[in-house]
């Protein structure tokens, strides 16, 4: 394994990334091409656009992690790359990339799930390595909280997970873009900045609903599925309700910072409320299906957002699993993620052969 080079690349969404990682998973070089300040104007990733993005910066991005890996693409062991879940015209410019160096230099090519990326990273071994570190090991439960997913996974090995729960509406990182563009934030994504902003908040001034506490459908009542949209909505009608009048009213800036942010850690609280309590129920399916599940694995970008951190530590401790979230710089999409969760399913044998140079049959399904 130490002799083995992993190029992984991820074009899933709005971030260019591409790593070359060894074997036994020391990050050899890694490049990230973000499109912030591409998409703020539009308040959300427009796919066009990132697909755009994701081309011109492709090819630089991934010399640049061989640059820095002091390789070159012909010394690689194989390619992988992330086939979805994503957008589609996105992660159409990072497959053609992988084909293409795959089919060049006669490597093989592994496929990567997103998620399963997003979630692999916490088995990462860290360099250098932490005293007794362990690495999460199967089965674990998963909890994926990103812009994408909302999904609670017990995951019996690489590829085997059962879906516990996930979202019926919007995804947790969704709801946080969303309501933090009603709040009139405009960098995207608004998650990371509603969260300053709910910093300067007090969560008791406003009483928003508990998402799914009053439907009539009981299996989704007493489930592990996550809605978000209602909670959403309810932020749109208070500050629809509250913030003109505040205008009105003439609000010095700082009363107005105040009272956006009061509906800010309203919004987050509740949100994190819910998140928690289905992931706690969720903890207990999985422990009943795998007695031997010993950990809580947190990954996806909302896994940033330390009232989330500190609620699921509490999730965790009550089912006493030890909780383990990818370091806040893996916790994005990246190219790092991608080769390893790579490295895990060449060890596996989960991957092709290489592809055809003439291109004739180079087809990965998205
Ligand atoms: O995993 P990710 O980078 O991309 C995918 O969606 O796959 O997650 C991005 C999401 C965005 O919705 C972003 O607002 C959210 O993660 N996010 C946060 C925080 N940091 C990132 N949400 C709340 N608080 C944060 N600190
Ligand atoms: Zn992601």
């Known amino acids: 394994r130490l002799d083995w080079c992993i190029l992984g690349i991820e074009s899933s969404c709005d971030d260019t990334g591409a790593a070359v990682l060894r074997g036994d998973g020391k990050i ?35 010399e640049e992690a061989l640059r820095r890996a002091g390789l070159s693409a012909a010394e690689l062991t194989g390619v992988a790359v992330t086939v979805g879940p994503g957008l589609g015209l996105c992660l159409e410019v990072g497959v053609r990339k992988a084909l293409h160096i795959a089919a060049e230099y006669r490597l093989p090519l592994v496929r990567v799930h997103h998620m399963e ?37 017990l995951t019996r090995g690489v590829g085997q997970h059962i879906i516990l729960g996930s979202t019926i509406d919007d995804s947790i990182g969704e709801a946080f873009d969303k309501t933090a563009r009603v709040l009139g934030i405009t960098q995207v994504p608004g998650g990371p900045h509603l969260e300053r902003l709910a910093k300067d908040g007090d969560p008791k001034v406003h009483v928003l609903p508990r998402p799914l506490s009053k439907t009539r459908d ?45 509906v800010a850690a309203a919004f987050q609280n509740v949100a994190v409320q819910h998140l928690c309590e289905r992931a706690s129920r969720a903890a207990g399916w999985a422990m009943e299906l795998e007695p031997s599940t010993k950990w809580l694995v947190v990954a996806g970008g909302v896994a940033a957002n330390k009232e989330v951190r500190k609620g699921l530590e509490e999730v965790a401790e009550e089912h006493s699993l030890q909780m383990r979230c990818p370091p806040p710089r893996l916790c994005v999409d990246n190219g790092v993620m991608v080769a390893w969760a790579g490295i895990e399913r060449f060890l596996l044998g989960l991957y092709e052969e290489p592809p055809s140079k003439t291109g004739a049959d180079n087809h990965v399904e998205i």
């Not at 990733?45 to 993005?53: D, I, N």
């Not at 916490?122 to 690495?135: D, M, N, Q, V, W």
């Open 28 to 62: 050899l070089g890694e490049a990230l091409a973000s499109q912030a300040g591409i998409h703020e104007q539009w308040g959300g990733v427009v796919p066009r656009l990132a697909q755009e993005g994701h081309k011109k910066a492709i090819d630089e991005t991934v």
């Open 117 to 153: 990326a997003h979630m692999m990273v916490t088995r990462l071994p860290p360099s250098p390595l932490p005293e007794g570190f362990a690495a999460p090991d199967f089965p674990l439960i998963t909890l994926l909280v990103s812009g994408g997913h909302n999904m609670a996974v």
């Open 218 to 262: 009981k299996a989704l009542m007493d489930g592990c599925d996550y809605s978000f949209s209602g909670l959403k909505t309810a932020v749109r009608t208070l500050v629809e309700k509250q913030l003109p009048s505040a205008k009105a009213s003439a609000l010095a800036e700082e009363d107005l910072h105040k009272a956006k942010a009061d």
